[in-house]
């Protein structure tokens, strides 16, 4: 029996292609997305559990959460005293003081910007670092880097390189550092300095980040930790120095949670339209093998030998295409991380990871795709009599469950819309998610009857525009006579122009919203914002301090952003200036005003949206939990119009008093800039450039291209998706491709015919590239229908009653047709050729 | 419908050919025709020589494997020959190029064949009309209107194929094939898929076609009851056509037959199916 299956397989190699390559695409994309974000994994596991190697217990201050969003929480200094005071107490062979931060090297005036972090870190020699050439950092003005980031930007011993933090300094580099087998960090530059240094360039003053603690020999480390905990008391947090660096490393994977769920709900879509071309190829397949499986029953095979065999062609292709798409994915994820770099969101690149898990996958979803979609068909070719053996023609198509099949797909469709309509009209995320997948399957279910008589009217309307043609018609009827296979064409094409249209259309709102909310309330003239798009923001206070300085400079108002906790969730929060917002704003309010957060105490001004969902006004308390301080009861001092927030980012504004009690973050994230009077905009903009010529990662902006660059991310990622999901159209137009040339085969005598009673071979090039047209247009219409339609509700759904108002982009819809016209022309032109090569005799006679 | 014809002397009126005229349709001399190459070469045209008068009803006959189907296909453009001559009136078929030959099918040429080759997605009257649809032309409605009549297909023309009778498909398929009102029909085992009486029928028509159109027609086949309507039967033997039968009768051709099958007897293994065949399957492997 494998034999046999495997000779089958063998011998409709040519016709199982461009499955193949279907199955191979979809793999690819699975295993590219899963190596490269096992890949990145590694690379944070590298990154924070090699690095304390021989120390056992780290010491820091303690915090209400670690982490929020995928970046740790900063924690306030501990004095440098309880390091000394550590050392003495039982069971600690050393405790050693350290520094953390960020500190960007500037190396011949030039930044060196990694992907990744700018490590700067006081020397231990304990913390997995060793020394490859030179020796420790000893004096103040000395420094130790790494020995990949001197290779890549040619520093050696004896080099002054420029370390840039809360304040810089030039300092000399004395000695290079590997970090195991390495020759650093991924992504990553290193700076270690002594630790008075790193203290002046933090600006913590006799302040530490943490205490590393080694056990004395003999002592188990939960012992020792348990007896620091007992009398270093619950201000500062005592933890075994692996369970510190899994939860910094899980921290920086939560990030890539996002990336890896996005890429594989992409790479699904690419499956299930393979699955359609899967399906269909199998479908054709039986059809024309009915004969040869009647023989085979004949023979004594019985029904569920037939549907194994079948099965079994499946189950190699299956495996041929997921051993292809494996070795694909390996190259796949490269392109991935180019990809997702042009878009701004970088993932660190370390040694290629391929794990058995991934292998797995990739097996377990070549295979099971492979087998749903030919399941249909090989069940229908187990339903094949031994009696077909002798009769003349193809199998007959079973009205009966047309019939039922195009019950279930009204009910599904018409269950889809209505779930869709009550999502969009409530706001019901869920219920447009269930409604979205209704439509689709009933869709999917209706494909057979709908696709066909779109095709039938895109023909009619194509004829009365060209006049009658005889090939154009033919191709018509062509498309019509095959209700399935056209229909599950006809859908896959659908299916992926409408997640292009369906992204273009909900991105394109959501720009636009993002924008317009920006431009009407922020008034400031110049907006300074960090170029590399950290979540919280990157300009250090130095870069606030250099502005103020300017004659040139009116008001400078900044914004920060922190996070919280609210009963588990986590949430943003945006602080801002009292005193000068209004100088840089005009937002709505719906009771109370920002000055309200100036007088001194502590208070939240909440969007109104969150009123109204909470139950809470002006003079209520809101439980806001902090890592710093832990639950704080804070009143509310004031509503916020809803639209207006979002200019300011976030539902939820505090003053920046009340941040720096509540956070250890110093950074701003933005600095809202209005010109001295007398002075203009260009001036202005000048002068601040040359003030900040210094700090390559910050950005002058004017009002209008900071509303432009709050969308640069969004842009990137949309750009990203897009690009991907062209990937999908590709597998449609492999399916028309397919289709096409599969029904060439079994239309052979036809063909033949045509061309014995005169039909030119131009004449049959055109009939079959107006068939593959026909379908694509097909393609474009429901996918651009069902694509519009979904994003409309969706869009309703998001806005949530907010100033997020539908946008059709011109573009994307112009896109989106491009591509189906290239789809149509460039599919039907293999077979187009195919069957004008075919020999008028050989075809006429063909069985 | 047999006397159909006879009784429409109209249509005569618009055929420009008589049926005494002896000038030449088709003219065809040394034809060769190998099929494969090496051992395996099998010659179904071995210096074939042959002239079709216009307004003729001539019958190609043959064991099977003797070439006939080859021949025909050689003389309609649709088989490209290694050696030898086929002229067509004053046309040179066999320097003529793909696109000058399937036009000289369409415009000058219409076929018969044995499994009838409608396209089931067109209605019998699109059907007929389509090789004057491929080459952008409108039917003359009267002869149209009467050949419709003539073959008792008014009432059908708006069916499909599979609605159809096989003697209605085939008599359909004959409609195409005089619709363009070609020089030549060819006609290839018409009544090889035809009970006797459809078969009947079949051939009676185009007798009367020959006689009161002076239709010139070319048919293939291995019945002598068939060949028995033509005016005069060729007969092939190992690519050569080696007699020929003029008035023939059932009996006088199947008494010449059962001859030439004894004489090919003592081959235990004789081709089945001639040369065309050979093709079938290679586009189903592709």
């Given at each position: ?6 000779k089958?397989t063998?011998a409709h190699r040519g016709?199982?292609?461009l499955t193949f390559?279907?199955?191979t ?7 590219g997305?899963l190596?490269?974000?096992d890949?990145?994994r590694?690379?944070?596991?590298d990154?924070?559990c090699d ?7 780290v010491?820091?201050?303690?915090v209400?959460?670690?982490a929020a969003?995928?970046i740790e ?5 501990l ?5 000394a005071h550590?050392?003495t107490?039982?069971?600690?062979s050393?405790?050693i003081?350290v520094?953390k931060?960020t ?15 700018s ?9 997995g670092f060793t020394l490859?050439?030179?020796?420790a950092?000893?004096?103040l ?7 990949a980031?001197?290779?890549a930007h040619d520093?050696?011993?004896?080099d002054?390189v420029r370390?840039q ?13 590997g970090?195991g087998d390495?020759?650093?960090l991924?992504?990553?530059?290193v700076?270690?300095?002594s630790l008075?240094?790193a203290?002046?360039?933090l600006?913590l003053g006799d ?6 603690v080694i056990?004395?020999?003999g ?5 020792v930790?348990?007896?620091?905990r007992a009398?270093?008391?619950?201000d500062v947090?005592?933890a075994?120095?692996?369970?510190t660096?899994a939860?910094s490393?899980?921290?920086a994977?939560?990030q890539l949670g996002f ?5 594989l709900?992409?790479?699904g ?8 071309l899967?399906a269909?190829?199998?479908s054709?397949?039986v059809?024309q ?6 023989v085979m029953?004949?023979?004594?095979a019985?029904?569920r030998?037939v549907?194994?065999s079948i099965?079994g062609e499946?189950?190699?292709l ?16 490269t392109?991935l991380?180019?990809?997702?770099d042009?878009a701004g ?5 370390g ?5 058995a898990?991934?292998?797995v996958?990739a097996?377990?979803v070549?295979?099971v795709?492979?087998l749903?979609?030919a399941?249909?068909?090989a069940?229908r070719a187990?339903r094949?009599?031994?009696v077909m053996?002798?009769?003349e023609g193809a ?6 469950r047309g019939r039922i099949r ?7 469709t ?5 779930a869709?309509s009550v999502?969009g009209?409530?706001?019901?995320m869920p219920?447009l ?13 209706l494909?057979?009857?709908?696709a ?8 009619r309307?194509?004829?009365a525009v060209?006049?009658?043609s005889v090939p154009?018609g033919?191709?018509?009827?062509a498309?019509?006579?095959a209700?399935?296979r056209?229909?599950a064409t006809?859908m ?8 292009v ?8 709102s959501v720009r636009?919203a993002l924008q317009?909310?920006?431009?009407e309330?922020i008034?400031?003239?110049?907006v300074?914002?960090?170029?590399r798009?950290e979540?919280l ?13 300017l ?7 900044p914004?920060r ?5 609210d009963s588990g969730?986590?949430?943003a929060?945006t ?16 009771e109370?005003s920002l000055?309200?957060?100036?007088d ?5 001004v909440?969007?109104?949206r969150?009123?109204?969902e909470r139950g809470?006004?002006v003079?209520d308390?809101?439980?806001m939990?902090f890592?710093?301080?832990?639950t704080?009861?804070v009143?509310v001092?004031g509503l ?5 927030a979002?200019?300011l ?10 941040y720096?009690?509540w956070?250890t973050?110093r ?8 010109p001295?009077s ?9 002068a601040?450039?040359d ?9 002058v902006?004017?009002?209008?291209s900071?509303?432009?660059a709050?969308?640069?991310s969004l ?9 991907v999901?062209m990937l999908?159209?590709?597998?449609a137009?492999?399916?028309?491709t397919?289709?096409?040339a ?8 036809e ?8 039909m030119?071979r ?6 079959i590239?107006t068939e593959?047209l ?6 474009l219409l429901v ?6 339609a ?6 309703r759904?998001?806005a ?9 982009p011109t ?6 047709a491009a591509a189906?016209?290239v789809v149509?022309?460039v599919?039907g032109l ?6 004008a ?6 075809a006429?006679?063909?069985? | 419908m047999?006397n159909l014809l006879?009784t ?9 050919a008589a049926a005494s005229t ?11 025709k190998t ?7 099998v010659?179904a045209l071995?210096?074939?020589d042959?002239?079709i008068?216009?307004g ?5 006959m043959?064991?099977?494997?003797s ?12 088989d490209?020959?290694?050696?030898g001559q086929v ?5 040179d ?5 793909e696109r000058?030959r399937?036009l000289?099918r ?5 076929f ?10 067109l209605?019998?009257?699109e ?6 649809d491929l080459?952008?032309?409108r039917a003359?409605?009267?002869w149209l ?5 003539t ?9 499909r ?8 498909q085939?008599?359909?398929?004959v409609?195409?094939?005089l619709?363009t009102r070609?020089?030549i029909v060819?006609?290839?085992e018409?009544t090889?898929?035809?009970d006797t009486r459809?078969g009947?029928v079949?051939l ?5 076609a020959c006689?009161?159109?002076?239709q010139?027609i070319?048919?293939v ?6 060949a028995?309507h033509?005016d005069r ?7 050569r ?10 009996s006088a051709?199947?008494d010449r037959?059962?001859?030439?099958d004894t004489?090919q007897?003592p081959n235990?293994h004789?081709r089945a199916?001639?040369?065309f065949g050979s093709?079938s ?6």
């Amino acid at each position: 029996m494998l034999r046999l299956v495997l000779k089958q397989t063998l011998a409709h190699r040519g016709r199982l292609l461009l499955t193949f390559a279907a199955i191979t695409l979809g793999v690819t994309f699975v295993v590219g997305t899963l190596v490269l974000t096992d890949t990145s994994r590694e690379v944070f596991d590298d990154q924070f559990c090699d690095a304390s190697t021989e120390v056992d217990i780290v010491i820091r201050d303690a915090v209400a959460f670690d982490a929020a969003m995928g970046i740790e929480v900063e924690r306030d200094p501990l004095n440098s005293r309880l390091a000394a005071h550590t050392a003495t107490l039982p069971g600690v062979s050393r405790a050693i003081p350290v520094v953390k931060g960020t500190g960007l090297l500037i190396a011949d005036g030039e930044a060196i910007v990694p992907a990744g972090p700018s490590m700067l870190t006081s020397w231990t020699g304990v913390d997995g670092f060793t020394l490859r050439d030179g020796h420790a950092p000893e004096q103040l003005d000395e420094v130790v880097i790494d020995a990949a980031t001197a290779t890549a930007h040619d520093i050696t011993l004896g080099d002054t390189v420029r370390v840039q933090a809360d304040s810089e300094a030039d300092l000399r580099v004395v000695g290079l550092v590997g970090f195991g087998d390495a020759d650093g960090l991924p992504d990553t530059t290193v700076a270690l300095t002594s630790l008075a240094t790193a203290q002046r360039l933090l600006r913590l003053g006799d302040g530490i980040s943490q205490i590393s603690v080694i056990a004395a020999d003999g002592t188990a480390t939960s012992e020792v930790a348990d007896r620091l905990r007992a009398e270093l008391g619950t201000d500062v947090d005592v933890a075994a120095s692996q369970d510190t660096a899994a939860a910094s490393a899980a921290a920086a994977k939560s990030q890539l949670g996002f990336i890896t769920g996005a890429l594989l709900a992409l790479a699904g879509a690419a499956l299930v339209i393979g699955a359609f071309l899967i399906a269909n190829t199998f479908s054709v397949l039986v059809t024309q093998r009915t004969r040869e499986l009647a023989v085979m029953r004949a023979a004594g095979a019985t029904g569920r030998q037939v549907m194994t065999s079948i099965l079994g062609e499946a189950a190699v292709l299956g495996i041929a295409g997921a051993v292809a798409g494996t070795g694909a994915g390996l190259v796949a994820a490269t392109g991935l991380r180019a990809l997702l770099d042009a878009a701004g969101a970088t993932v660190p690149d370390g040694p290629t990871v391929l794990s058995a898990r991934t292998l797995v996958v990739a097996l377990a979803v070549g295979v099971v795709v492979t087998l749903i979609a030919a399941f249909g068909a090989a069940r229908r070719a187990a339903r094949v009599s031994p009696v077909m053996a002798m009769r003349e023609g193809a199998l007959g198509t079973a009205g009966g469950r047309g019939r039922i099949r195009a019950g279930v797909g009204l009910t599904l469709t018409a269950a889809g819309v209505a779930a869709l309509s009550v999502g969009g009209a409530t706001e019901s995320m869920p219920a447009l998610g269930a409604g979205t997948a209704a439509l689709v399957a009933g869709l999917v279910a209706l494909a057979p009857v709908v696709a066909p008589a779109v095709v039938h009217l895109i023909g009619r309307g194509l004829s009365a525009v060209t006049g009658r043609s005889v090939p154009a018609g033919l191709a018509r009827e062509a498309a019509r006579r095959a209700p399935r296979r056209t229909g599950a064409t006809v859908m896959a094409l659908a299916l992926s122009l409408a997640l292009v249209v369906f992204v273009s259309v909900v991105g394109a709102s959501v720009r636009a919203a993002l924008q317009s909310g920006f431009d009407e309330a922020i008034t400031a003239e110049l907006v300074v914002e960090s170029a590399r798009g950290e979540m919280l923001g990157g300009l250090e206070p130095a870069t606030r301090e250099k502005i103020e300085e300017l004659d040139e400079v009116g008001t400078v108002s900044p914004l920060r952003f922190g996070h919280w906790k609210d009963s588990g969730a986590t949430r943003a929060l945006t602080a801002l200036d009292p005193a000068t917002i209004d100088d840089v704003t005009h937002v709505d309010m719906v009771e109370g005003s920002l000055t309200d957060l100036s007088d001194g105490r502590d208070g939240v001004v909440i969007t109104e949206r969150q009123a109204v969902e909470r139950g809470r006004d002006v003079g209520d308390r809101l439980a806001m939990t902090f890592a710093r301080t832990g639950t704080v009861q804070v009143p509310v001092v004031g509503l916020i119009d809803d639209d207006d927030a979002k200019a300011l980012s976030t539902d939820y504004l505090v003053s920046l008093a009340s941040y720096r009690d509540w956070f250890t973050e110093r950074v701003d994230a933005t600095l809202l800039v209005r010109p001295s009077s007398g002075t203009t905009l260009d001036q202005a903009q000048t002068a601040l450039e040359d003030a900040l010529e210094g700090m390559p990662t910050v950005e002058v902006r004017d009002q209008a291209s900071a509303a432009e660059a709050r969308t640069a991310s969004l842009d990137g990622i949309l750009t990203l998706i897009t690009a991907v999901l062209m990937l999908t159209v590709l597998i449609a137009m492999l399916g028309i491709t397919n289709t096409l040339a599969l029904s060439i085969i079994e239309r052979t005598r036809e063909l033949g015919l045509l061309r014995a009673v005169g039909m030119t071979r131009r004449q049959l090039r055109t009939m079959i590239r107006t068939e593959s047209l026909l379908i694509a247009v097909a393609g474009l219409l429901v996918g651009t229908t069902v694509g519009v339609a979904t994003s409309a509700l969706f869009v309703r759904a998001i806005a949530q009653g907010g100033d997020l108002h539908l946008q059709i982009p011109t573009t994307g819809l112009a896109l989106v047709a491009a591509a189906a016209l290239v789809v149509g022309i460039v599919g039907g032109l293999a077979p187009a050729r195919r069957a004008a090569r075919l020999e008028v005799l050989t075809a006429i006679h063909e069985q | 419908m047999t006397n159909l014809l006879n009784t429409t002397p109209g249509i005569a009126d618009t055929r420009p050919a008589a049926a005494s005229t002896k000038t030449v349709a088709v003219r065809a001399r040394g034809l060769v025709k190998t099929y494969g190459s090496g051992p395996a070469a099998v010659k179904a045209l071995d210096g074939a020589d042959l002239v079709i008068h216009t307004g003729t009803f001539t019958a190609i006959m043959g064991p099977s494997g003797s070439g006939k189907s080859t021949l025909m296909h050689a003389l309609a453009g649709l088989d490209v020959l290694d050696a030898g001559q086929v002229h067509i009136g004053d046309t040179d078929v066999t320097g003529l190029g793909e696109r000058q030959r399937t036009l000289l099918r369409r415009d000058r040429f219409g076929f018969v064949f044995q499994s009838f080759n409608l396209l089931p997605a067109l209605t019998a009257q699109e059907n007929i009309t389509l090789p004057l649809d491929l080459a952008g032309r409108r039917a003359d409605p009267d002869w149209l209107a009467r050949l419709v009549d003539t073959l008792g297909l008014r009432d059908r023309l708006g069916h499909r194929p599979s609605e159809l009778s096989g003697g209605q498909q085939q008599r359909v398929a004959v409609a195409r094939a005089l619709v363009t009102r070609p020089e030549i029909v060819f006609a290839d085992e018409p009544t090889g898929n035809l009970d006797t009486r459809h078969g009947q029928v079949l051939l009676s028509f185009l007798r009367d076609a020959c006689d009161d159109l002076g239709q010139t027609i070319v048919m293939v086949t291995h019945d002598p009851l068939a060949a028995a309507h033509a005016d005069r039967v060729v007969l092939l033997t190992d690519g050569r056509v080696i007699e020929e039968i003029t008035d023939p009768t059932a009996s006088a051709i199947a008494d010449r037959m059962l001859q030439l099958d004894t004489d090919q007897h003592p081959n235990p293994h004789p081709r089945a199916g001639s040369g065309f065949g050979s093709g079938s399957g290679s586009i189903q492997e592709g």
